[in-house]
């Protein structure tokens, strides 16, 4: 079994930061992909950016060059830096998690319910 448990939303202005964060425990595979997508309530989910087992990363047009991926091996953690903060940013953000897939390949279905696991979300507002 698998549990990702998402924290660090908040509520900021525009143009402001967030790092959010996805503690990971149970089961972990050596070729594990992780990733962070969005969701708004009567929108389509967006796969916003991944991390493989190799330390490639992928990410989305919307966020290139404002959101960062990264994660701590050593502390099972998973970590999205969101710089530069849009309101059409807000959203709830969720980490999930797959594996023998590459970074580039999981962006793309990474907000697919078949894609592995995934955490409950924190919720992060740009006003």
């Known amino acids: 079994h698998v549990q990702l448990v998402e924290y660090g939303g908040d509520s900021v202005q525009a143009g402001g930061s967030l790092r959010l964060s996805c503690a990971h425990s149970g089961r972990t595979y050596s070729r594990w992909c992780m990733g962070w997508f969005r969701e708004v309530s009567g929108k389509e989910r967006e796969g916003l950016a991944t991390?493989?087992?190799?330390?490639?990363?992928a990410y989305a047009d919307s966020v290139k060059g404002r959101f960062t991926i990264s994660k701590d091996n050593n502390k099972n953690i998973l970590y999205l830096q969101t710089d530069n903060l849009k309101p059409e940013d807000s959203a709830t953000y969720r980490c999930?998690?797959?594996?023998?897939?590459?970074?580039?390949?999981?962006?793309?279905?990474?907000?697919?319910?078949?894609?592995?696991?995934w955490g409950e979300g924190t919720q992060v507002t740009v006003s």
């Open positions: 991390i493989d087992y190799s330390g490639m990363t």
């Open positions: 999930a998690a797959s594996w023998d897939v590459t970074a580039v390949a999981a962006l793309s279905n990474i907000a697919s319910p078949e894609f592995g696991y």
